[in-house]
């Protein structure tokens, strides 16, 4: 049965074991809405439920809560265009889609570790428990090639200290899906001179625009991608709601 506000998510669903959709982006859960969304909710059965909302719509939170959803954090979208982008590609610079040591592939693993800890599943307690697994999942898939993208690092020593995954969108556009940094390495530079190189490569690959998806609770990263020349274009909420 197609839903009129719901999407269904078919890896959540699959990966957390609970059937998991997403309010439709053009959908507003207002009062019009709520009685077609709890009827889905109960005619299919469903579990947890995503939903984004501009952050300038205000007047449906007390809502929202009522419904039982739970605001997450604020997601915020950062850009930068490539047209011309003119910096050294630093020694250090691996791809990392051509590795096939299984050391380095468990020096990531522990990169996105600690990179899921700020992740919106990480901050939900229903989901967390799955979230170390669903980074690994996500980093093999892109160096696999199962992803088409752009995966850099910078290795140091026989060690990665650094991982970008850039996910290809078409129109040469890409999206920055995960950065990491290893904790005795940040503060140094090291996450700058990764980011630089990494755009100077897309960018001689013919991408002319970089979006970044992160959370506004990452305070670390938004103050990063800013010094990095990305501009702030949209905010929204983050909820999510699951069966009680």
């Given at each position: 049965?197609?839903?009129?506000?719901?999407?269904?998510?078919?890896?959540?669903?699959?990966?957390?074991?609970?059937?998991?959709?997403?309010?439709?982006?053009?959908?507003?859960?207002?009062?019009?809405?709520?009685?077609?969304?709890?009827?889905?909710?109960?005619?299919?059965?469903?579990e947890t439920i995503y939903y984004w909302q501009g952050s300038s719509l205000t007047e449906n939170l007390k809502g929202l809560y009522r419904l039982g959803f739970e605001l997450i954090d604020i997601e915020v979208i950062l850009e930068k265009r490539l047209a011309k982008y003119e910096k050294n590609v630093d020694e250090h610079l691996i791809d990392l889609t051509k590795?096939?040591?299984?050391?380095?592939?468990k020096q990531l693993y522990m990169l996105a570790q600690k990179l899921s800890q700020k992740s919106r599943f990480w901050r939900d307690v229903k989901t967390r428990f799955r979230v170390e697994e669903m980074y690994r999942i996500w980093i093999k898939r892109f160096i696999g090639g199962t992803d088409k993208g752009w995966c850099y690092g910078?290795?140091?020593?026989?060690?990665?200290?650094?991982?970008?995954i850039f996910q290809d969108e078409g129109e040469e556009k890409v999206v920055l899906k995960l950065v990491a940094?290893?904790?005795?390495?940040?503060?140094?530079?090291?996450?700058r001179k990764m980011m630089d190189s990494s755009l100077v490569k897309l960018a001689a690959d013919g991408i002319g625009e970089v979006a970044v998806?992160?959370?506004?609770?990452?305070?670390?990263?938004?103050?990063?991608?800013?010094?990095?020349?990305f501009e702030l274009k949209s905010a929204r909420y983050i909820f999510h709601w699951h069966r009680r």
């Amino acid at each position: 049965m197609k839903s009129d506000i719901l999407e269904i998510m078919e890896w959540d669903s699959k990966f957390f074991g609970k059937k998991t959709a997403r309010v439709a982006e053009e959908i507003i859960l207002d009062k019009d809405n709520e009685t077609k969304l709890l009827a889905e909710i109960k005619n299919e059965k469903f579990e947890t439920i995503y939903y984004w909302q501009g952050s300038s719509l205000t007047e449906n939170l007390k809502g929202l809560y009522r419904l039982g959803f739970e605001l997450i954090d604020i997601e915020v979208i950062l850009e930068k265009r490539l047209a011309k982008y003119e910096k050294n590609v630093d020694e250090h610079l691996i791809d990392l889609t051509k590795i096939k040591n299984s050391q380095t592939l468990k020096q990531l693993y522990m990169l996105a570790q600690k990179l899921s800890q700020k992740s919106r599943f990480w901050r939900d307690v229903k989901t967390r428990f799955r979230v170390e697994e669903m980074y690994r999942i996500w980093i093999k898939r892109f160096i696999g090639g199962t992803d088409k993208g752009w995966c850099y690092g910078l290795k140091i020593n026989n060690k990665v200290i650094s991982m970008a995954i850039f996910q290809d969108e078409g129109e040469e556009k890409v999206v920055l899906k995960l950065v990491a940094v290893e904790d005795d390495f940040r503060g140094r530079g090291w996450g700058r001179k990764m980011m630089d190189s990494s755009l100077v490569k897309l960018a001689a690959d013919g991408i002319g625009e970089v979006a970044v998806v992160t959370q506004l609770s990452n305070i670390i990263a938004v103050k990063f991608y800013l010094g990095c020349g990305f501009e702030l274009k949209s905010a929204r909420y983050i909820f999510h709601w699951h069966r009680r």
